[in-house]
């Protein structure tokens, strides 16, 4: 399995969908390929479309916020005494967090292919409330899918996207979470895509859509080779790149321009869980076998049955059992590299990041990409420069930190 | 051969002037003795063909009904091998053709060869996978064919004609029009007359093949069918079974019950 240079990562798949001949394809149902067809045609129109571009990038910059600010952490950088220390901060974007770029490009595509409805799926309730604002903006129908039990457990999630408009469908089957919300809603799209377009919350599930989000993410990383340049003049010799993966589609947006950097290594952390359980949703770190989840074959946090096994992160965002197969092949072909931080490093990264640097504040999910900064920051010199993608803000998580420090809120 | 019995199942009902009647319910629901129970009742009461499903929790095709037969069956700790065991006892009694709906996960974490060798000792004639779609399954149905078992082709209103000649041209005996875009058991939203249109296309393409026409038929419409190859009823059934559960009544006799009644609609 070989990277190719100079080819964008979203477009070295073969032609029935695969990166490296193996990961991601449209296993899908027969009635899915025609709706799954006419996007992936209106797609590869849309992203050489001068007019389609100016328009996103309209919205990127003054809906969105772009470009999110690139800062050096210095008292994180002191305290740590090693590698520089730098941040992306993308939870500076309108929603904090890095999911409103999907949402924005789905709700354009779905005006450009003439369907006045849109559909998605949501965990911690980010890529729904982002695709809720988006389709009020753009005077869609909106249904967001939402495990029941992430319903009750993000209420301030559902009050939001139903304030934006969105119907919010409890998905009662399974466990009740993520997974289940991204089955049910392939279903309803399976009945409705005559009139409905179906966005997927991150880099996951047929070929299109892994590469529709992380297109959409790639501003990212667009924005930062930029603010990189400004920075230090040239790309720093030595870099890494932190982020943390659940779906994958932030770290995806991240790297995006830096992969044909060799110098530059990119690194991915996923959710290792409580400490001493063996539930995670790491599967990358953990060579979980490969399977078919959502329509794509990928690593999947499976048992021998080849039934999905229920994983358990703090993060929200992170607590999902399979993962992109972007990161599959990048991790296959030895170009990034993966592992995982526990629950509780997550915490103590969050406790050390808000307590150092006070304007960055990281949620779960990018507390995780933090906890390997510290850990192998001070093992590093000073001409080593880490960035770290502070894809999402603490806000959201504030009653779950709150409660796991011993506060009552 | 196992796949001339299959296709002898389209031909007995042929020569009773109706369509031959496939029934879908899970494999293992709401246990492994009850559903062995169910088939036979199933098979007593006139269906042609069994459809086994082994159920996958994270499916993508599946309406509410067979949702929670699949549950059931899960959670209950029903296994692969116990369907093939199902499957197994039944064929012992039983020349009722057996084929099984699934999803591409469990035939992978399964082994395609070692699951293929397991629906041959246990009398499997055919798997329809869901979630693997033509040209993606040929291979696998290369090794079907080995085996002498059906792999059967999805075709839908969807498939465009480029398509659907592609898929017909590389199909065993048997294919699957799903009916309407939907999922399983929802309510039929195209006339029976529309579907019906389809299924002669596909005949007009295809003539030697045969072609099952399922989603969302019910009593109510199945005669409307009797002059095609075959149709299924499934989430229909799977409701009685949740129904019998619900109150306390045997599952088997019931969904026989049925079933009964869905064959002389069909024959009438």
């Known amino acids: 399995m070989k990277l190719e240079k100079g080819i964008p990562l979203i477009d070295q798949h073969d032609e029935n969908g695969y990166w490296g001949g193996k990961f991601g394809g449209n296993q899908i149902a027969e009635s899915l390929n025609y709706p799954i067809e006419e996007l992936t045609r209106e797609f590869e129109k849309l992203r050489n479309d001068k007019t389609f571009i100016a328009e996103r990038d309209f919205y990127f910059k003054n809906f969105v916020g772009a470009p999110t600010p690139f800062i050096k952490l210095e008292n994180l950088t002191k305290h740590l005494g090693g590698a520089q220390i730098y941040c992306k901060l993308v939870s500076k974007a309108t929603g904090g967090a890095h999911k409103a770029y999907n949402a924005v490009v789905h709700s354009l595509i779905c005006k450009r292919l003439g369907k006045t409805y849109i559909g998605g799926d949501t965990g911690a309730g980010y890529a729904g409330k982002m695709l809720s604002m988006a389709a009020a903006k753009f005077n869609l129908k909106c249904k967001i899918f939402m495990g029941a039990k992430d319903v009750e457990r993000q209420s301030i999630n559902v009050f939001s996207m139903r304030s934006y408009g969105a119907e919010v469908v409890p998905v009662n089957s399974g466990s009740q979470t993520l997974v289940d919300a991204v089955s049910e809603c392939m279903r309803w799209w399976t009945s409705e895509n005559e009139e409905a377009h179906m966005c997927v919350g991150s880099t996951v599930g047929p070929t299109i859509f892994v590469k529709i989000c992380a297109w959409s993410t790639a501003q990212i990383s667009r924005e930062m080779k930029k603010q990189v340049m400004d920075e230090f003049g040239e790309v720093p010799k030595d870099m890494k790149l932190i982020n943390c993966v659940g779906g994958g589609s932030s770290a995806a947006g991240f790297w995006n321009e830096w992969i044909d950097y060799d110098n530059i290594e990119l690194i991915g952390v996923e959710a290792g869980g409580p400490e001493g359980s063996s539930k995670h949703a790491a599967p990358l770190t953990n060579d979980s076998p490969i399977g078919v989840l959502h329509g794509a074959t990928q690593y999947v946090i499976q048992d021998d049955q080849g039934e999905i096994e229920e994983t358990d992160s703090i993060s929200a965002g992170l607590d999902y059992p399979g993962v992109s197969p972007l990161h599959c092949f990048l991790k296959e072909t030895g170009r990034a590299r993966y592992t995982s931080a526990s629950d509780e490093e997550a915490i103590e990264a969050f406790q050390l990041v808000s307590k150092n640097e006070g304007f960055v504040s990281p949620s779960l999910e990018p507390s995780h990409a933090f906890a390997e900064a510290i850990k192998i920051a001070p093992k590093l010199s000073k001409d080593t420069v880490i960035v770290v993608d502070s894809c999402g803000d603490s806000a959201k998580d504030s009653k779950i930190i709150a409660e796991r420090l011993g506060y009552k809120i | ?268």
């Open chain 2, 1 to 268: 051969m196992t796949s001339s019995t299959l296709i002898k199942s389209f031909e007995r009902a042929k020569e009773d002037n109706r369509a031959a009647l496939l029934t879908y319910t899970v494999g293992g629901d709401p246990d492994k003795k009850t559903s062995l129970n169910i088939f036979k009742s199933i098979a007593e009461s006139g269906a042609d063909i069994i459809e086994c499903g082994l159920g996958h929790g994270a499916n993508i095709g599946d309406g509410g009904a067979i949702q929670d037969s699949t549950y059931r069956a899960l959670s209950g700790g029903i296994k692969t091998d116990d369907i093939f065991e199902i499957i197994e006892d039944f064929k012992k009694d039983y020349e009722t053709d057996v084929i099984i709906m699934t999803y591409q996960n469990k035939i992978m974490a399964y082994g395609e060869e070692d699951f293929l060798e397991k629906c041959v000792s246990s009398k499997v004639s055919g798997i329809i996978c869901v979630d693997w779609p033509w040209p993606l399954n040929l291979d696998f149905a290369k090794k079907c064919k080995e085996n002498s078992i059906v792999f059967i082709q999805l075709l839908c209103p969807t498939t465009n004609q480029d398509r659907l000649k592609s898929i017909l041209n590389d199909a065993h005996e048997v294919v699957y029009y799903i009916s309407m875009l939907s999922t399983t058991g929802q309510k039929l939203k195209v006339s029976s007359d529309e579907i019906k249109k389809r299924f002669n296309l596909i005949k007009k393409i295809s003539p030697d093949k045969k072609c099952i026409i399922g989603f969302g038929i019910t009593a109510d419409t199945i005669n409307d069918f009797k002059d095609t190859d075959a149709c299924v009823v499934g989430s229909a059934l799977c409701r009685e079974i949740t129904r019998s559960i619900d109150e306390e009544l045997n599952p088997a006799t019931n969904v026989g019950n049925m079933v009964s009644d869905l064959k002389q609609k069909l024959s009438s």
